[in-house]
């Protein structure tokens, strides 16, 4: 199935029969929550479905589980953001993704881990990390809360199918068959493979009778065209604004902050922020990105800076005056490479034609994107159920009874800095909550 291009569910397919797809018996369980995926919004569905006193089985594919809550951060997991607001998602409705950040917010989450003995630190950034700085903290206290609510986790037990019953819900693992009240999908989406995430719930959401709108890589490293001179400053990492213009060179897209050079083309927070906007934008059409590294500044106040030094120091060669602001390497590579100006032109000597090359390289240099480095190294997915087919108060389909959806299944996609691992908490907060009530 090409989970990029959702097909049509008909209804007569969603009515599937415990006879015709399950191995159902008298004595097949029964649990009243199921949740299918425990990662960080799996298990937070879990403890919250537990705590209501809802018999509760959370239902992992991954013999270990929270792959992707351990390497975040750097292996300290960045839990949550100083502030998060709906804007800085992108997706689906920031009106319904509001409504679901405000029934659990910053700091509800930074009460509930502190509960859970999990003191958390702020950093300049605004990100909130363990004060241990060690991402087992966090998983290791989520896994031990589930356990004490009352739910059992199951690891190595993937699930194959859900399918609607009289009561419920059948389900097929891997490990046997159960039966479940309801159902809270939660497993993930495309982003890092390896960590357990291949879309499967994808098939499932369609097979129940959701849509799902067309998946992207996001928060993913971007590729530079083979041998650009940007690769070999590998390591430089630096300040710069980023723009996506269109085809007209209208500005559609605009990030601030940190950029690394690499051996394979640019990564870091501001590249990973732009990165799906990039992805979206050049498969409907022609799409560009230029880098201002001289945040701030404009093609007009950077030309009189550099007037104004010249007539102060006419002597003063254009590299010692651009390393001011930016590393030797960058400097040395914008002026040779980026403007074709020679760096050690002294500023009295320097031509209004070079002058002017050197501030577009400065303030408006293109880069030539040639792809992204895809799921494997993308820390998220874009794309997914759309959230105005769920109760955002409830977490549960319209169009399916009994079924709830949370975390990155859904069509919700944050900025780098915890954003993610915010969503993921106040969603499966909601669906754990309200699947353990009913």
Request: glycine share 12%; hydrophobic share 45%.
């Amino acid at each position: 199935m090409n989970l990029t291009k959702p097909h049509p569910i008909h209804p007569q397919n969603t009515q599937l029969t415990a006879e015709s797809k399950t191995n159902l018996s008298a004595s097949t369980p029964w649990v009243d929550v199921a949740i299918v995926g425990a990662g960080a919004a799996g298990l937070m569905a879990a403890y919250f479905a537990a705590r209501e006193g809802a018999t509760t089985l959370a239902l992992d594919g991954a013999s270990r589980l929270g792959a992707k809550i351990l390497i975040s951060g750097g292996g300290r997991c960045n839990v949550t953001h100083e502030r998060v607001r709906a804007e800085d998602f992108n997706g689906s409705n920031r009106n319904l993704v509001s409504k679901v950040l405000r029934s659990f917010g910053v700091h509800d989450a930074i009460a509930f881990f502190r509960d859970l003995g999990v003191e958390l630190k702020r950093e300049e950034t605004g990100k909130l990390f363990p004060v241990t700085d060690r991402a087992a903290t966090v998983l290791d206290a989520l896994v031990g809360a589930v356990g004490r609510a009352g739910a059992e986790i199951r690891t190595a037990s993937r699930v194959v199918s859900v399918a609607p019953i009289g009561e419920g819900f059948a389900v097929e693992t891997v490990t046997g068959s159960l039966r479940a009240r309801r159902i809270v999908l939660s497993t993930g989406g495309l982003s890092i493979p390896k960590s357990g995430s291949d879309g499967a719930g994808y098939a499932m959401a369609q097979a129940l009778g959701q849509s799902v709108t067309p998946t992207l890589p996001a928060l993913v490293p971007l590729l530079l065209e083979s041998g650009h001179w940007l690769t070999a400053l590998s390591g430089v990492s630096c300040d710069a604004t980023l723009e996506l213009r269109d085809a007209r060179g209208r500005v559609r897209q605009r990030v601030q902050g940190s950029m690394l050079l690499t051996h394979f083309g640019l990564s870091g927070p501001a590249v990973l922020d732009m990165s799906r906007h990039w992805i979206a934008a050049s498969s409907g059409g022609e799409a560009a990105i230029v880098a201002n590294f001289v945040p701030g500044e404009d093609f007009e106040s950077v030309e009189a800076w550099i007037v104004a030094e010249a007539k102060a120091g006419p002597r003063r060669t254009l590299l010692n005056l651009v390393r001011s602001r930016l590393s030797d390497r960058l400097a040395d590579g914008l002026l040779r490479e980026g403007a074709s100006v020679a760096p050690d032109t002294a500023l009295g000597r320097l031509a209004r034609d070079d002058r002017r090359r050197v501030v577009h390289a400065l303030t408006a240099l293109p880069l030539p994107i040639a792809g992204n480095r895809g799921y494997a190294f993308a820390e998220v997915t874009a794309g997914g159920v759309p959230l105005d087919e769920v109760d955002v108060t409830t977490m549960e389909s319209k169009r399916c009874r009994g079924l709830f959806l949370c975390g990155e299944i859904l069509d919700v996609d944050g900025r780098i800095g915890g954003f993610n691992f915010q969503w993921a908490w106040a969603s499966g907060r909601v669906a754990g909550s309200a699947a353990g009530k009913i």
